[in-house]
């Protein structure tokens, strides 16, 4: 069977209903299931379309189809397999079909596998599938974005990827192919994707529907701009999120957080935002102050505003059984279920609250309201966002929304949602929520997401510059790493301070500049009960590290500060269309094939190359500079793009160059 509802083309064959229909501008929404209808999934990423004034053509030819929408043509064949073009008629994607009596049928292929495209596992006793889609591979493609990863490959082609949140890891499934299309993954379902040399294939381990989007474009940014309008853009970065922000792990009293922030004072150091990390609380899920260590939240919130200084407070949700909200959250089902035993010892002695949940939000919301919101304190880091269950034995949740296998990626997305409709309904513009995590569809609830736990190495750094433009391609545009790395690192260490100042370098070309870690020598707790039960890291502050990497530090910060007005332009392009704020080449410079190679530089912007030093003991290193005329950041001389360069690389500064005729008023501060 074989229909056109409106402009959707729908196919019944035997279990399997197929729907296919545009989803704005030069894009396709395609879903099947084995149910006896499509069912319309909260979950979904995408938002309504607007497609009144779309150029739609749908012509149904005997068992086949052909849907058309502005740039994308979709060819259903008469076996179910399907097809994607471009307006060329080049062939983007197409499905993977093993079948035999395809040569007769469709003129295709012929095999004895019986592998089809999209298959249906029935998981006993339940309604739901193991779900399997595939697709065949195309010789010289490169696939960009999926998310964050800890590895240092920016294109993902021949990778296998997991998707599934894990501290370090966000799991946003969208793909930018070299071939021009964009194809989003819309199920928030534990699984894996393999883009292997001989087949792509997409696995769901517990779902109801397939569900994918694919846009078609010219250039990377067309893409990228269909990509966002479909599923929503970051707020715009209010200015204090631009500046330099202090953090470590961590500040143990109220009183030494604020010397902290009067030193930078006093030394004249721009200071935007400092944070006070986790447990200066009683109890986890408590979400309030530990008064005995932080008395005078409103005092320290008053004192820090005139010093121009913004106040972030870390919120975790996990709920421990001493907590004073543990009880009611059980009674109301606030938390998130184990399938077997209790759900205490999900991370330590705590469960977690279930951010699926509609009025588990509305509650944990109200608690950061009283506790924190009325105090002054208007930014949240909203941390363990995967959430960081102990081992991540994903088959053992269950959330109000479904099970973690089926449903578990959405949990960070419905957790920045937790504080962004709160302060929305508190009054608040410009939202803006750091996380560890991210799902697609996040941004447009003013997810800032940084890369997690990492290694305190040259090795982690390497991963972070791949992390920070594949989130980007992801449409995560407000990204940052703990400068320094999290894990280690001793503030006496030779080669810790060396990895440590080309981190700040790095730092002061991220979306935004954040320096964080979990230094040693570690300090000893400072109470045996509640917030000062729990130890804390050694000094983290940019004096720390000696005079050297100190005058370094001063040295970015100020050129941080001077390229503001740059930046704020950054971030209403991230704003209005969706646009990385950091990306590699090839996003402004798609037809040089050389920019498609290049991994260990980007630009900041369109005016801004960086090529950071991600490797021990280097003084120098090759930059590419594609067509242009480009400035060097660091000695003013003006080099002819479109080939290779060495650029000087000393302890002090990395090669940086902005293209002549811009931004002039920088190369002052840079002397």
């Not at 946003?172 to 894996?192: C, D, E, K, Q, T």
């Not at 320096?515 to 720390?544: D, F, M, Q």
């Not at 260990?600 to 190359?609: Q, S, T």
């Amino acid at each position: 069977m074989l229909k056109q509802i409106g402009n959707a083309v729908i196919r019944r064959q035997e279990k399997e209903i197929l729907q296919i229909e545009p989803w704005g501008p030069n894009a396709l929404r395609v879903r099947a299931t084995q149910l006896s209808a499509i069912r319309e999934e909260e979950w979904s990423a995408l938002l309504e379309p607007e497609n009144e004034e779309l150029k739609i053509s749908i012509v149904l030819d005997g068992m086949g189809a052909r849907i058309e929408n502005g740039n994308i043509r979709c060819e259903l064949m008469a076996t179910g397999k399907l097809k994607f073009y471009n307006r060329r008629g080049e062939l983007l994607l197409e499905e993977y079909d093993r079948n035999r009596f395809r040569k007769e049928i469709e003129g295709e292929f012929n095999s004895a596998l019986e592998i089809d495209p999209r298959t249906f596992e029935p998981i006993t006793g339940t309604d739901n599938y193991r779900l399997k889609v595939r697709f065949e591979p195309s010789e010289g493609e490169k696939i960009y974005g999926m998310g964050q990863y800890q590895q240092p490959y920016l294109d993902v082609k021949n990778c296998r990827l997991e998707l599934a949140h894990r501290n370090s890891q966000a799991s946003i499934p969208f793909a930018l192919s070299s071939r021009g299309y964009g194809f989003l993954w819309n199920n928030p379902a534990i699984g894996s994707v393999t883009f292997g040399k001989n087949i792509t294939e997409w696995t769901a381990e517990s779902t109801k529907v397939m569900d994918y989007w694919i846009v078609a474009g010219e250039t990377p940014a067309e893409i990228e701009e269909a990509y966002a309008n479909a599923v929503g853009k970051v707020p715009m970065m209010p200015d204090y999120g631009m500046g330099f922000w202090q953090c470590k792990l961590r500040y143990q009293t109220q009183e030494e957080l604020l010397e902290v922030a009067r030193e930078y004072k006093k030394r004249g150091i721009p200071l935007d935002v400092i944070v006070c990390d986790y447990f200066h609380w009683p109890n986890q899920g408590d979400w309030k102050f530990d008064e005995d260590y932080w008395p005078d939240p409103e005092g320290m919130v008053r004192e820090l505003k005139e010093m121009g200084v913004r106040l972030m407070v870390s919120v975790w949700p996990t709920v421990e059984e001493s907590s004073e909200n543990y009880h009611k959250m059980v009674r109301e089902g606030y938390l998130v279920r184990s399938e077997h035993g209790k759900a205490i010892g999900q991370l330590g002695n705590a469960a977690f609250f279930d951010a699926t949940h509609p009025d588990a939000r509305s509650f944990v919301w109200e608690k950061l309201r009283r506790n924190y919101y009325d105090k002054g304190i208007e930014l949240f880091w909203l941390d363990e966002a995967e959430p960081e269950f102990t081992g991540y034995q994903f088959s053992h949740y269950r959330y109000y929304q479904g099970t973690d296998l089926e449903t578990g990626n959405i949990y960070p997305k419905e957790y920045a949602r937790m504080a962004y409709e709160g302060l929305r309904q508190a009054g608040q513009e410009n939202i803006l929520s750091l996380l560890r995590c991210a799902w697609a569809g996040s941004q447009k609830y003013g997810a800032l997401v940084w890369s997690g736990d990492i290694d305190s190495s040259f090795r982690s750094l390497r991963s972070q510059l791949a992390a920070g433009l594949n989130m980007g391609l992801s449409g995560i545009p407000w990204w940052t790493t703990d400068i320094g790395g999290f894990h280690g690192g001793n503030i006496h260490d030779e080669g810790f301070r060396e990895v440590f100042v080309r981190w700040f370098e790095f730092g002061a070309f991220c979306p935004v500049m954040r320096l964080h870690g979990y230094r040693e020598p570690i300090k000893e707790p400072i109470g045996t009960v509640g917030g000062g039960k729990h130890n804390s890291g050694a000094e983290n502050e940019i004096w720390s590290y000696g005079e050297e990497i100190y005058a370094v530090c001063r040295k970015y910060i100020y050129l941080r500060e001077k390229m503001r007005p740059y930046i704020t332009e950054l971030m209403r392009e991230a704003h209005e269309k969706g646009t990385p704020v950091m990306r590699p080449l090839f996003y402004d410079y798609p037809e040089d094939g050389r920019c498609w190679e290049i991994e260990d530089e980007y630009l900041f912007g369109p005016d801004v190359l960086v090529a950071p030093v991600l490797c021990e003991a280097m003084t120098e290193r090759k930059v590419y500079l594609p067509a242009g005329r480009w400035k060097n950041l660091n000695d003013a001389l003006v080099y002819e793009g479109g080939k290779e360069i060495i650029a000087a690389a000393p302890i002090n500064a990395i090669p940086v160059f902005v293209k002549e005729g811009t931004l002039d008023y920088l190369f002052e501060t840079a002397k």
